[in-house]
């Protein structure tokens, strides 16, 4: 059994910044590619950022230039550095990783954290 754990969400006023983690757990063989969603009220979910296992990163075009992703592989963990955070942030953030558990690769998701942008 995986499990992915974030962390991280809150209040924030506009201009400000949150750092949200990943964390997953479980029989785990390899994580390779790991990504952010993000899904506001009324809307669809869309992809925020992604890793792949070799460091290399890609970002949707609303937060390239404020948003950086990283990975610590020996942790399992995904990292969102979120700064110059906007109202239009507002949504629920999930993570998404692609695991190599038993038998072969697939996505699992983590429950999602609340990212509130004020005005």
């Known amino acids: 059994q995986v499990q992915l754990v974030e962390s991280g969400g809150g209040l924030v006023q506009a201009g400000g910044s949150l750092r949200l983690s990943c964390v997953a757990s479980g029989l785990i063989r390899s994580i390779y590619a790991m990504g952010w969603y993000r899904q506001a009220p009324g809307k669809q979910r869309e992809l925020v950022a992604r890793i792949e296992s070799d460091g290399s990163t890609a970002y949707g075009d609303s937060v390239k230039g404020r948003f950086t992703m990283t990975r610590d592989n020996a942790k399992n963990t995904a990292y969102l550095q979120m700064n110059s955070l906007k109202p239009e942030d507002t949504a629920v953030y999930s993570c998404?990783?692609?695991?190599?558990?038993?038998?072969?690769?697939?996505?699992?998701w983590g429950q999602g954290t609340q990212v509130t942008v004020s005005s």
């Open positions: 998404n990783f692609q695991i190599l558990s038993t038998g072969y690769i697939m996505d699992y």
